[in-house]
């Protein structure tokens, strides 16, 4: 990772990636029937690239048995992350500020991560980020790489090589070369430019930068290693490390009944090989990002044993209920959220956090036995969706980081997620934080809302 591939002079955004936690990338890796690491004695994590520092900080208040490190070569970056990690009063995170061909001392992690950075760097930073990876993964440890992917990328491959080559002389920094780049972009492809006519990134501009921040783009395509890459390049380039494919963050790609018709399952049931076979479901879902889980060779469950490690997870609650029927409504590709058991399933998480083993009292509105997977099904339905998340067994207390939202609000460092008692994050609007920190509004107004504060431990007013 060198100072010419990355976008280095304007900070990346502050948020909390909840793929990241350790119960998710356990979820991933027991559906895909692979051991994730024994946590009973603590853990290690590391974030490779890990921006702000928001996800590791927040992780490392609500894991005090784990030991966190983020990675980042920005220093505005890790001034911030060691700074909230002041504010937050913990001593189980450390946060450094290097390359990934030359990091400081670290121990072996149980856990690395690494969200989006792969497919900006160049090869031989990418070859120092799996060196490391080598070096420090303990034996049965999970990776989770997420990256801009083929084919569904390959349209934008032209816009990004015409913006980062238009920005570079420009005056400002990257945020400011990016809105004055882009602006060239869309003036040519009114002009009638037909490569940049058939980008979906040149073609949706203004509705992108009324999304994004112009920071948050200039990290995403103004960088001289971007490149995405079809999955079976990624698992190539892992397999020397012993990383075998271990599922996905992306939970509806367990449910392929939502996301596929019937003629590509079919197709895609006929192809043997499984890296081939990815390969081409990502073709029929033209897919533009991946967030893969990696296993060091952890041992196969059995279904018993998955069956199991699933009964024991424990699933919360993520969205209010005003939230969640929008949530429910949005399909994956063909299929949708909306299953027999999904009004039982919400019904009953919506009161705290329950293990999947305790659900089976819906069995019936299900119209399955207990055993028969549907519940399971119905579950992780919800989770594709962003309604439920799995958590962690057992609830820690979060009062520090709830003080710490409260003291930024307003500020140049306000943080829009709240610390879950669980082990997660709640992603939480500009507006609904004001009205809970004035204990107005939303938090006094909303049963929704109190309910779903009330599940994950935290108050109605911050």
């Known amino acids: 990772m060198s100072n010419s591939s990355m976008a280095l002079d304007v900070p ?38 890990c921006g702000q520092g928001v996800t590791a900080a927040l992780l490392a208040a609500n894991h005090p048995t784990g030991r966190f490190v983020g990675l980042d070569l920005m220093a505005a970056h890790i001034d911030h992350a060691q700074g909230l990690a002041a504010a937050l009063g913990i001593g189980n995170v450390a946060f450094h500020r290097a390359d990934f061909a030359n990091p400081p001392p670290l121990p072996d992690f149980d856990y690395i991560v690494a969200h989006g950075v792969y497919t900006w760097i160049d090869g031989p930073a990418q070859d120092a980020f799996r060196a490391l990876i080598d070096r420090h993964l303990k034996p049965g440890g999970l990776v989770y790489l997420s990256y801009n992917a083929m084919p569904g990328c390959g349209v934008d491959v032209p816009f990004q090589a015409l913006i980062t080559a238009l920005g570079q002389d420009l005056p400002g920094n990257s945020a400011d070369r990016f809105v004055v780049a882009a602006d060239m972009v869309r003036r040519l492809a009114a002009a009638g430019a037909p490569t940049l006519g058939g980008t979906s990134i040149a073609g949706a501009l203004n509705e992108l930068l009324a999304r994004k921040s112009p920071g948050y783009l200039a990290h995403e395509y103004m960088v001289a290693g971007w490149r995405p890459l079809f999955v079976t390049e990624v698992r190539a380039a ?27 399952r079919q197709t895609l049931s006929a192809i043997n ?17 991946r967030r893969d889980v990696f296993s060091r060779g952890g041992p196969r469950l059995d279904a018993a044993e998955r069956a199991g490690r699933l009964a024991k997870t424990r699933y919360a609650l993520v969205l209010p209920e005003d939230r969640l029927r929008a949530a429910l409504r949005i399909p994956v590709g063909l299929g949708s959220f909306e299953t027999p058991g999904t009004g039982a399933v919400v019904t009953a998480l919506s009161r705290r956090p329950q293990r999947l083993s305790a659900l089976s009292g819906i069995a019936a509105a299900l119209g399955a036995a207990p055993g028969d997977g549907a519940m399971l099904d119905a579950v992780v339905a919800l989770c594709a969706a962003g309604a439920v998340r799995p958590v962690e067994p057992d609830p820690v207390a979060i009062d520090r980081f709830t003080a710490v939202v409260r003291d930024r609000i307003d500020g140049p460092d306000e943080l829009q997620v709240l610390a879950s008692s669980w082990g997660t994050g709640l992603a939480i609007d500009a507006a609904t934080l004001r009205s809970l920190a004035a204990g107005s509004g939303v938090a006094a107004g909303s049963p929704a809302w109190q309910q779903l504060l009330r599940s994950h431990g935290l108050p109605f007013g911050l």
């Open 12 to 49: 990346y955004t502050r948020h909390f990636y909840p793929e990241l936690t350790p119960a998710w990338l356990d979820h991933a890796a027991v559906l895909s029937g692979i051991k994730p690491p024994e946590r009973a004695n603590g853990f290690t994590w590391c974030d490779l690239g």
């Open 238 to 264: 892992l397999a020397p490390l012993g990383l075998i494919p271990a599922g996905s963050a992306i939970l509806s790609d367990f449910i392929d009944g939502l996301v596929l018709p019937a003629a590509a």
């Open 273 to 289: 090989d499984p890296n081939q076979r990815e390969l081409a479901r990502d073709f029929v879902l033209n897919r533009r990002f």
